[in-house]
């Protein structure tokens, strides 16, 4: 919202100030609100990367763990095998 006044007698003056002071006021108030969502933000990114980065990690652990139980059938039977020929 804007206001307009003139500032010819104290009167008027003081109350141009008052609106001003009013308007900054409002101002800090929305900034405040607007750098405390902003550090939410970050906070739930860096959580997500965080998240990402440790699924990502779970996930080659388990692809690892498969590959090695895998492989560790397949010298089973190589070992199996190897008698009978």
Do not use: C, Y
């Amino acid at each position: 919202m804007t206001a307009t006044s003139a500032a010819d007698t104290a009167i008027n003056a003081a109350s141009a100030l008052g609106l001003v002071n009013a308007s900054i006021t409002n101002l800090s108030t929305q900034m405040a609100t607007w750098g405390a969502g902003s550090k939410r933000l970050d906070v739930h990114r860096e959580f997500v990367s965080k998240l990402s980065d440790a699924l990502n990690t779970r996930i080659g652990a388990i692809t690892d763990a498969d590959l090695s139980k895998e492989s560790a059938k397949l010298q089973s039977l190589q070992v199996k095998q190897q008698p009978g020929i």
